[in-house]
């Protein structure tokens, strides 16, 4: 009977193993991906992010990536724990899956406190954002030493479909139109087929005329991705509880072994 019930308990210690261990491997995984979209942020969208003031956008990517690394760093500590069988090891595992779980609670009631607060200002906000766009769009573009700025400007309209910052009239503003226009009303990156002058004309058959301009299109953007963010975050949240719970019975199982 008592070689039965040592038996069953093996089993089942057994299966708690490869659960933990599947989730820690998961967990793991889950860590690199938010590690690499904070790398990806930087990397490739750094041309959108040096045309804003704020330092929001690049500070929300340096946190992804520092997010990412300690979810990887944990996710290890996970597989070691389980393999080694090291109970100490399970109650670290367990003591930073909360704290990561605590931390992202914290930060989704804090995002969604501070939002109803600015509510009212939101739009203020988004009128001064609108503003400094425009101002280093028609003012730094094609500009000696603004290279970075034109190249960002004409990335931002061809990936976004979009010209100007609020409308293509926005050209008509600035140093741009009275030095390196050449007789364009708009910059050849507005065209749907861009070539060489091309902005010379600035029909809606031949630019891109987006209601709100580019910066309503950054902001779909933005708020896409943050949707996008916040789902995988709920979502990995919820399988951290259930590595939790995971992480106690293998702990409980260890235990009942040794005694």
């Not at 210690?13 to 820690?24: A, D, E, G, R």
């Not at 490739?44 to 990517?61: G, H, M, Q, R, V």
Request: charged share 15%.
């Amino acid at each position: 009977m008592a070689d039965a019930e040592d038996k069953t308990n093996t089993c089942g210690t057994i299966c708690l193993k490869y659960l933990l261990f599947i989730f820690s491997l998961f967990f793991w995984l889950a860590g690199g991906a938010v590690m690499a979209v904070g790398i990806w942020t930087l990397v490739d969208k750094s041309d959108y992010i040096s045309l804003l003031s704020s330092s929001t956008y690049s500070a929300a990517a340096f946190i992804l990536i520092g997010a990412g690394t300690i979810v990887v760093l944990t996710g290890i500590l996970g597989c070691c724990a389980t393999i080694r069988e090291q109970r100490g090891l399970l109650i670290v595992f367990f003591v930073l899956l909360l704290l990561i779980f605590l931390l992202e609670i914290t930060a989704g009631i804090l995002a969604y406190v501070y939002y109803q607060e600015c509510f009212p200002l939101c739009y203020q906000l988004n009128a001064e954002l609108r503003a400094d766009l425009k101002e280093r769009m028609v003012q730094n573009y094609q500009q000696p030493g603004q290279e970075h700025i034109t190249r960002a400007i004409d990335n931002l309209q061809q990936d976004m479909k979009c010209c100007g910052s609020n409308s293509s009239a926005d050209w008509r503003e600035g140093a741009w139109i009275h030095t390196f226009a050449n007789r364009r009303l708009v910059p050849d990156s507005c065209c749907k087929t861009p070539t060489e002058g091309c902005g010379v004309r600035d029909h809606p058959s031949n630019i891109y005329k987006v209601e709100g301009g580019c910066i309503s299109k950054l902001e779909e953007f933005i708020l896409q991705h943050l949707i996008i963010l916040g789902s995988v975050g709920l979502g990995i949240a919820f399988i951290q509880i259930v590595g939790m719970f995971f992480t106690c019975c293998l702990y409980q199982s260890l235990k009942e072994e040794i005694y």
